[in-house]
Every structure is written in C-alpha cells, then in structure tokens.
C-alpha cells in the first residue's frame, strides 16, 4: 500500500548548517499495516511524515501509495490518498466553521471544484451517523463552531474527518502528544476502534513508548534520519519499555542517550 524507496532528503545541502533528515529510508507497509514509529529529536519522523504526506519533496528516492507514484506531487495532489492527524489539536480543524462546514470539508477532499450546497440534510445525517461513533455528544452539536471544543473533542473530530473518506494511508503525528492522559487514552482507543473498522493501513510518530509498543502490528525506530530496528508485532508483545531502551541503546552501538530516556519514556 505505501512503499518509500531509497528517499533521502537534506536541507542547508552544502552549507555550515547543513542536516541530513533522511538518508536513503527504505519502507513497506502492506494493506492494514499499522506501524508505530519512534525515535528522539531529530531522528527524522516529522521529515519522513512531510514526505509521505507532499509536504516536502524528497531529493532522491520514490514514493508510491497504492500503485501510484506521488513522489514529486503535493499534498493538494495527494490528498484523496492520504488522511494526517497533527500533534496540535488545532492544526486539523478550521475553528471558526462550524462541525458539520469542517466534515464537509473533509467530504469533498480530493475532488474536483464544484458548486453544490455545503450542507444538506443527507449529509446531515451522515455526520451525525459517523460522530456517534466518536461517543462525544458532537452528532447534537453540528451548528457549534469548532473553536469552542474542547482539545479532546477538537482531536476526536480531527480523527473522524482524516478517515471520512477511508484515506489509503493514515498518517498519525504525534496525535495525542498535546493532550493530558485521561483525553490521549480516549483518542488512543478512538484511534484503535477507527483503524479497525475501516482496515486502514496506518503510521503513526509517538514519544510514547508505551503506545509504541501496544498499539499497531509494527514498530520502527529512528535515528539520525535512518530505520535503525523494524520490529514485528509477536516480539513487540513479549517487550517492556526498559527492553526497547535496551534494544534501542545497542542499535546505536552503546551510544550514551540520557537525553532519549527523557525524550521517549
């Protein structure tokens, strides 16, 4: 479903501030992988994110999703493929439309221009059928502009309205980082029950190895802009956060990294 070839990207190339992001990152996720992705600062998660998504364009490398070469397009191009969540709750919602002008929005991603009426009362029901399955009273709410929902309920919509359109690929950055723990673990169960139903094949960045290691068939580590452990789900279930720590300590030759227990822990 989503194959990234050989893809490096730099920036500064050439200059006192130049930063390799990524350096020749081979992936493969098969249609309904669910893969978590971990690493520290810098390791080049955000990067790899924006190059998948279009929003940076790779200086060498491919990327296909479903059979079709997006490589050199943008994220507009891709947007009928591809459905992202961000780390900020803010980030996937136009605040002053209201719920059902924002899943609207998300209905018609992709397509072609067109005049039609934004909202009508088939699409009506269609919104309150899917934010029922959000569990967050959003279905009563259709006319409420987005900005007065809470972080969680603003994330839980952002969720609903990446996977409106059941994208081929599901891009998770860092979605319940800004949120305190009770609202993060209602967005991760959220997140489980979406991705099952609609067999969605998924990446998503975390700091949180706990939700690295629980959540998906799959997990990567990064560093310094390269995979550096692919783990498959029957050892990822036997592992401990100290085991991963561990495991990630030796991939890096013993490097030091008291600065990554913070980071990631």
Do not use: C, W
């Amino acid at each position: 479903m989503l194959k990234v070839s050989q893809v490096r990207k730099v920036f500064n190339e050439g200059t006192v501030n130049e930063k390799i992001a990524l350096q020749r990152i081979d992936l493969h996720l098969a249609p309904g992988d669910f893969v978590t992705v971990i690493g520290s600062n810098g390791a080049g998660k955000s990067t790899l994110m924006n190059v998948i998504s279009g929003g940076i364009i790779p200086d060498q490398g491919q990327i296909t999703i479903d059979g079709k070469e997006v490589t050199k397009l943008g994220e507009h191009q891709r947007a009928s493929l591809i459905g992202r969540v961000f780390q900020d709750p803010t980030a996937g919602t136009a605040p002053n439309m209201t719920i059902e002008e924002n899943l609207a929005i998300a209905l018609g991603r992709g397509a072609g221009r067109r005049f039609a009426l934004g909202v009508n009362k088939q699409k009506r029901e269609l919104f309150r059928e899917q934010l029922r399955l959000l569990d967050q009273g959003l279905e009563d709410r259709l006319k409420t502009k987005v900005g007065f929902l809470s972080g969680g309920q603003r994330q839980a919509l952002s969720l609903l309205m990446a996977t409106f359109t059941k994208p081929k690929i599901l891009l998770l950055d860092e979605h319940t980082a800004a949120l305190d723990p009770k609202r993060a673990q209602l967005i991760v169960d959220l997140t489980e029950k979406v991705v099952e139903q609609n067999k969605l094949t998924t990446l998503m960045v975390t700091h949180n190895m706990e939700q690295a290691l629980n959540m998906g068939n799959r997990l990567l580590m990064l560093h310094n802009g390269t995979i550096i452990l692919d783990i498959p789900q029957e050892q990822k279930k036997q592992m401990s956060t100290q085991d991963l720590l561990r495991a990630f300590e030796q991939a890096r030759g013993g490097e030091a990294f008291a600065e990554d227990r913070y980071i990631l822990t």
